[in-house]
């Protein structure tokens, strides 16, 4: 009980350390252990009331702070802020031109014009930037929900989960080749030779399936 609750902190701590930065990558191998040492202890029959209530906290500690890490991942994967990490501080403000200044007019109203067109630039570009964004969070959704039945399947085989960011990679590669061929694909993770595998065919044939 006193490894599981060690390793329970240790998994937190490489969580917060990757979520502001300071990992390159989230601790799978960590995360994998931990829920090995879980299932085994809640399989296991416990006699001591004490151990079975500090087991069952630390269980409850440990779902709690998957929901969390598992919104935190969806969250960064939407480029969306995290906690751990440092928002930019605002630009320092400019003084106000001095009232004495007639010559500075013409500069100050060319500099207004100059800046409304920038504006103007900015909000088309957000605009865009916001047209162009549905598809990708169409794409999120995906990965997550997949992500999600991944692990699940990889979790009863025994299998290690799969990482965030390679699966993401391989579902736009497989949405932009079929969006080539001017079709929509659809993704099933199977069970195949005692394997997990996520396959990817048109929609159209699954909807025939």
């Known amino acids: 009980m006193i490894h599981l609750e060690a390793e329970i902190r240790r998994l ?7 979520f502001a930065g300071r990992l390159p990558r ?3 191998e960590t995360r994998a252990r931990v829920a090995a040492l879980v ?3 809640d399989q296991s029959f416990i006699r001591n009331t004490a151990d079975r209530f500090r087991f069952e906290s630390l269980q409850n500690k440990y779902s709690k702070f998957l929901e969390l890490w598992d919104r935190q991942m969806t969250n960064k994967e939407l480029g969306r802020p995290t906690l751990g990490t440092k928002r930019s501080s605002p630009p320092p403000a400019q003084p106000a031109p001095a009232a004495d200044a007639p010559a500075a007019k013409g500069k100050d109203k ?5 800046h409304k067109d920038g504006k103007h630039k900015d909000e088309k570009h957000k605009h865009e930037k916001h047209k162009d964004d549905k598809p990708k ?3 999120d959704d995906r990965v997550k929900q997949l992500y999600e039945q991944l692990a699940e399947a ?3 085989v025994g299998e290690k989960p799969i990482e965030m960011d390679r699966l993401a990679a391989l579902v736009k590669a497989q949405v932009d080749k079929f969006k080539a061929q001017g079709q929509e694909v ?9 394997k997990v ?6 929609a159209d044939d699954k909807k025939k399936d």
Do not use: I, R, S, Y
Request: glycine share 2%.
């Open 12 to 18: 937190e701590a490489e969580f917060n350390m990757f």
């Open 26 to 28: 989230p601790p799978w």
């Open 137 to 139: 969070e169409k794409v």
């Open 197 to 202: 595998q996520l396959t990817a065919k048109p």
């Open 186 to 194: 659809a993704f099933k993770v199977a069970l195949k030779d005692g």
């Open 110 to 114: 060319h500099k207004d014009e100059k």
């Open 154 to 156: 990889k979790k009863q």
């Open 39 to 41: 299932k085994k202890h």
